[in-house]
T-cell receptor, first 113, second 114 residues
Framework: KAGVTQTPRYLIKTRGQQVTLSCSPISGHRSVSWYQQTPGQGLQFLFEYFSETQRNKGNFPGRFSGRQFSNSRSEMNVSTLELGDSALYLC????????????FGPGTRLTVT | AQSVTQPDIHITVSEGASLELRCNYSYGATPYLFWYVQSPGQGLQLLLKYFSGDTLVQGIKGFEAEFKRSQSSFNLRKPSVHWSDAAEYFCAVGLRSNDYKLSFGAGTTVTVRA
């Protein structure tokens, strides 16, 4: 089974721009979560989608948004980029079985200049 | 407040020696517990998980972890470390009512010396 894929792997944007990141979950997994990883704040939960509905949301400003498509693929969008948004953005997928754990993709490294 | 603590920021261990990484959590009830490993520039790989049953859990790459309810701990161990085990290790917890939202510890970086 193919793992979680994320595109692009690397991205450089300018402050004030917006960016869209994509995630394709493991086949059959319907839950997709997004995390932000920075040296200062560590790994922080952004949001989780299941069957095209956002079920969980972390403590991030409204500039961070996401969506999920009917094939479970997910995108996250960050508008009006700030320097502090530079981070590794990780996508994770999980099945409907509770406690199975989340399986992470390689991440998208976003640099905001 | 709910929290996950990894007391050791950095551990250096000799190749072939044993390794133990500590994780403590503060939650109202026993959560689901996970250990992940991250190599430089990579995503997170699930090493093992605990949700019920036997408190000693076996994972991949020769790792095991023991859940101790009385100590709210879930420590990771490996009897003999290989140079390829050098990485950052994260303990994570998820509520049994909502394990799709993980809370992570700050991570422990493991350096393996020859």
């Amino acid at each position: 089974k193919a793992g979680v894929t994320q595109t692009p792997r690397y991205l450089i944007k300018t402050r004030g721009q917006q960016v869209t990141l994509s995630c394709s979950p493991i086949s059959g997994h319907r839950s997709v979560s997004w995390y932000q990883q920075t040296p200062g704040q560590g790994l922080q939960f952004l949001f989780e989608y299941f069957s095209e509905t956002q079920r969980n949301k972390g403590n991030f400003p409204g500039r961070f948004s996401g969506r999920q498509f009917s094939n479970s693929r997910s995108e996250m969008n960050v508008s009006t980029l700030e320097l502090g948004d530079s981070a590794l953005y990780l996508c994770a997928s999980s099945s409907t079985d509770r406690g199975i754990g989340q399986y992470f993709g390689p991440g998208t490294r976003l640099t905001v200049t | 407040a709910q929290s996950v603590t990894q007391p050791d920021i950095h551990i250096t261990v000799s190749e072939g020696a044993s390794l133990e990484l500590r994780c403590n959590y503060s939650y109202g009830a026993t959560p689901y517990l996970f250990w992940y490993v991250q190599s430089p520039g990579q995503g997170l790989q699930l090493l093992l998980k605990y949700f019920s049953g036997d408190t000693l859990v076996q994972g991949i790459k020769g790792f095991e972890a023991e859940f101790k309810r009385s100590q709210s701990s879930f420590n990771l161990r490996k009897p003999s470390v290989h140079w390829s085990d050098a990485a950052e290790y994260f303990c994570a917890v998820g509520l049994r009512s909502n394990d799709y939202k993980l809370s992570f510890g700050a991570g422990t970086t493991v350096t393996v010396r020859a």
